[in-house]
């Protein structure tokens, strides 16, 4: 059984991985801080563009998390660095280690907002999100839980509005209560390796 569990959880996080959209990733989970708790994190992602910035997660109530977002992108070439702001929320409405939700992985539904300001133009997304886990307790008593993320958006550049849809895949290693470690990888437009580090703040 544990095995079966962990199959579907690698197959789900390679399918994941199939295409993503964002300066910032996904580097979220399913599950939720918890009420009044806050963590900060900052991420670097690397590949076509450089990424830099950082993520404050506030816990809004036990099965919900707001986070705003704050960094820098450079695309390389001629280009500067350009601005990032971004900000979501989720609500986990499945989990696996509740009697009353109990479902197969942990499942949460969610919305997000995107803006970049590039050189002469500027680029924003509003959505919405889906996000699966599954959490797999390690031996040293750590926990490593493969992710996804499904979102639909409404994507404007230059006046140019598209409908998009987008994946994106990682995992998310639980050191211990006040650190996690993330990685993911993006493939789009542009091709990016991401990574954050976790800190319990409040």
């Known amino acids: 059984m544990k095995k079966t569990i962990l ?3 690698i197959l789900f996080f390679i399918f ?9 990733g ?4 399913a599950n939720t801080i918890g009420m009044g708790n806050g963590n ?14 950082g993520i404050f997660t506030y816990g809004m109530s036990d099965n ?11 695309r390389g070439g001629n ?14 409405f499945i989990s696996i280690d509740s009697s009353l939700q109990n479902g197969p992985f942990d499942m949460a539904l969610g919305g997000f907002f995107e803006y970049y300001d590039f050189d002469m133009t500027s680029l924003w997304s509003l959505g919405g999100q889906y996000i699966g886990s599954y959490p797999l307790k390690m031996s040293n008593g750590s926990i490593l839980s493969p992710y996804g993320r499904l979102s639909v958006r409404l994507e404007s550049f230059n006046s140019n509005s598209d409908l998009e849809i987008g994946f994106n895949g990682g995992v998310k290693w639980n050191l211990n ?9 993006e493939l ?6 991401f990574f954050g580090i976790d800190f319990r703040v409040l």
């Open 7 to 9: 199959m579907f959880a």
């Open 16 to 24: 994941s991985a199939i295409v993503a959209a964002g300066g910032f």
């Open 26 to 29: 996904s580097l979220n989970t």
């Open 40 to 53: 900060f994190m900052g991420i670097i992602g690397v590949g076509d563009n450089t990424n830099f910035g």
């Open 64 to 74: 919900t998390d707001g986070r705003i977002k704050l960094g820098l992108i450079d």
């Open 79 to 92: 280009s500067d660095a350009s601005l990032m702001f971004a900000a979501d929320f989720k609500y986990n």
């Open 177 to 185: 209560k006040n650190i996690d470690l993330y990685g993911e990888l």
């Open 188 to 193: 789009d437009n542009a091709d990016n390796f």
